[in-house]
């Protein structure tokens, strides 16, 4: 069956501590991992599209990586407004534009 | 640039009375889809259209129902609520395959 697992569920970090989220996936046919932030009360806001493994993005502090199983959003020297859950979602073969989401990593970065 | 506009932001029902949420978007996008989040579960696929008159079932469909009329706007009906379907419901619109989705801001609905 085709999975979207992350992990942490969720991660507390002090400012400044760098840290790595992760997302494993269990799919055939990958066409697209895309990383999401979401904040309270507010729809998930898109971030990263990586497309093949080796590839990677960058924004800000934030930086996406991708292998054949999983990608990484690794945080480097978070500050307290980075504190968001953290979703991603996978576009397959079989889904045509459809995306199946993680249940996502809920960070919170303390001053 | 508006992007993608959810009406109502929030709404509570009593269990058997049917209500729409409006979904429309301004981006053009021909790709639109209905989501629910609940705690612990992650966004689940309700709904979608991959354009005008064209609609097709996700992984939860039961309960709902939706109709494209034109590329812009894209409603969710729950036809009898249920104490089951209380959850943040989220629409959102792509460009095309491999394209980001981008969503609204939701809808929090309660059903009592």
């Known amino acids: 069956e085709d999975q979207v697992t992350q992990s942490p569920e969720a991660l507390r970090l002090q400012e400044g501590e760098s840290s790595s989220l992760n997302c494993s996936y269990t799919?055939?046919?990958?066409?697209?991992l895309f990383w999401y932030r979401q904040d309270p009360g507010k729809g998930p806001e898109f971030l990263f599209t990586?497309?093949?493994a080796g590839e990677e993005k960058e924004k800000e502090r934030l930086k996406a990586t991708l292998t054949k199983k999983e990608s990484f959003l690794h945080i480097t020297a978070p500050k307290p407004e980075d504190s968001a859950t953290y979703l991603c979602a996978v576009q397959a073969a079989n889904y045509g534009q459809n995306f199946v989401f993680g249940p996502g990593t809920r960070l919170s970065v303390l001053p | 640039n508006a992007g993608v506009t959810q009406t109502p932001k929030f709404q509570v029902l009593k269990t058997g009375q049917s209500m729409t949420l409006q979904c429309a978007q301004d981006?053009?996008?021909?790709?639109m889809s209905w989501y629910r989040q609940d705690p612990g579960m992650g966004l689940r696929l309700i709904h979608y259209s991959v354009g005008a008159g064209i609609t097709d079932q996700g992984e939860v469909p039961n309960g709902y129902n939706v109709s494209r009329s034109t590329t812009e706007d894209f409603p969710l009906r729950l036809l009898s609520a249920a104490p089951s379907q209380t959850s943040v419901y989220f629409c959102?619109?792509?460009?095309?395959?491999?394209?980001?989705?981008?969503f609204g801001d939701g809808t929090r609905l309660s059903i009592l």
């Open positions: 981006m053009n996008h021909e790709y």
């Open positions: 959102a619109s792509s460009s095309g395959l491999k394209r980001p989705q981008h």
């Open positions: 799919v055939s046919g990958l066409r697209g």
């Open positions: 990586l497309y093949s």
